[in-house]
């Protein structure tokens, strides 16, 4: 629009020029001749106008161009980051895992040696409570000569030792049990239990548990045992037994 206005502003001179050149009697040709090379050189601005046009449409075009090549950059390395940040990411929780499963595996060296001792001390404990061995010999290949039928018992707390007092050990007496003791532990099974030594005596420690049971304690079929492997069962008189008060009737 601006260049039209230029080219109808120069016509309007043009036409003043060959006016004032008529007034003085130069030949019109002069003007005639000049003039076209005036259109010419209008014409010509306005293409070079349009040329400027276009390259200002390409400038924009490598302009935005370059914006997107810029920004596809920036969305590259902020993906780039985010990959180092999660491999680094992933690296730390490898090594908290391997902390913990080290962790893990200290623990429960602990436990197994915790376990071991707690069965060594209760070894100790049966082992320093149990009534002597009888002085009578056994023929040889024979089995241990009977004793008096004899109970030891193991207590968690004082409620189990209020019930072996207050009736258990009444009922004991009367079945014919001497009791050897009672003893306060503060480990042992989780259940109430029996322990008899001699297989021979297994009728016996049946009906010992449906006696105790009587009395207050919860002494479960599964848990009249026989101890076999204990190394000094052999030392055991027949008709010796272990009452154990569990960790569940506390």
Do not use: H
């Not at 070079?48 to 490598?62: D, P, R, T, Y």
């Not at 100790?124 to 009888?134: L, N």
């Amino acid at each position: 629009m601006d260049d039209e206005l230029e080219r109808e502003r120069l016509r309007a001179e043009i036409a003043k020029l060959r006016a004032e050149a008529a007034s003085l009697g130069k030949p019109p040709d002069f003007l005639s001749r000049y003039g076209a090379l005036a259109v010419g050189i209008i014409g010509a601005l306005g293409g070079l106008a349009a040329l400027l046009n276009v390259w200002v449409q390409i400038a924009n075009l490598k302009y935005t161009q370059s914006g997107e090549l810029l920004s596809a950059r920036e969305e590259t390395i902020r993906v780039l980051k985010l990959k180092e940040d999660a491999t680094a990411a992933v690296a730390d929780l490898a090594k908290q895992r391997d902390s913990y499963l080290q962790q893990l595996g200290t623990l429960q060296t602990k436990y197994t040696e915790s376990a071991t001792a707690r069965a060594a001390l209760q070894d100790q404990v049966r082992t320093a409570v149990r009534p002597p061995a009888q002085a009578t010999v056994a023929p040889a290949g024979g089995p241990a000569p009977a004793a008096p039928k004899t109970v030891q018992i193991f207590v968690r707390n004082d409620r189990q030792l209020a019930q072996v007092k207050s009736g258990c050990a009444a009922k004991l007496t009367a079945a014919g049990y001497a009791i050897s003791g009672v003893q306060s532990v503060t480990s042992g099974p989780v259940n109430d239990e029996v322990k008899y030594f001699w297989q021979a005596d297994a009728k016996q420690a049946e009906a010992l548990r449906t006696l105790m049971n009587s009395c207050g304690l919860q002494v479960p079929e599964e848990n009249v045992v026989w101890i076999t492997g204990d190394p000094d069962s052999a030392n055991s008189p027949r008709n010796f037994f272990e009452i154990w008060g569990g960790r569940g009737g506390a």
